[in-house]
Nanobody
Framework: QVQLVESGGGLVQAGGSLRLSCAAS????????MAWYRQAPGKTRELVAY???????VYAESVKGRFTISRDNAKNTVWLQMNSLKPEDTAVYYC????????????????WGQGTQVTVSS
């Protein structure tokens, strides 16, 4: 059984920082692209940042220069460092993996974590 477990969310004042973590568990051989999405109340889920297995990263315009995505393939973990947070960053943040290769071998596509709440007060 494969799981993506997020942690690190919480309440922070505007201008503050948070670091989200997402750890994949299971008999995992490799994970392709990993990403962070977010969904604010009443809005559709949007891509925040993604990172390839090789470490190349892409960011949404709204977070460029403030957020940094990183990963450790040996630990099957991805992080999102969020600095200079704004009230409009308030959302549930979801970890996503586009393909997880596990023992078998078999793979799981389009895998999501359960989400972690980030609230930024003004």
């Amino acid at each position: 059984q494969v799981q993506l477990v997020e942690s690190g969310g919480g309440l922070v004042q505007a201008g503050g920082s948070l670091r989200l973590s997402c750890a994949a568990s299971g008999s995992i051989f490799s994970i392709n692209d990993m990403a962070w999405y977010r969904q604010a109340p009443g809005k559709t889920r949007e891509l925040v940042a993604y990172i390839t297995n090789g470490g190349s990263a892409v960011y949404a315009e709204s977070v460029k220069g403030r957020f940094t995505i990183s990963r450790d393939n040996a630990k099957n973990t991805v992080w999102l460092q969020m600095n200079s947070l704004k009230p409009e960053d308030t959302a549930v943040y979801y970890c996503h993996a586009d393909r997880i290769l596990v023992a078998g071998p078999r793979y799981f596509d389009d895998y999501w974590g359960q989400g972690t709440q980030v609230t930024v007060s003004s």
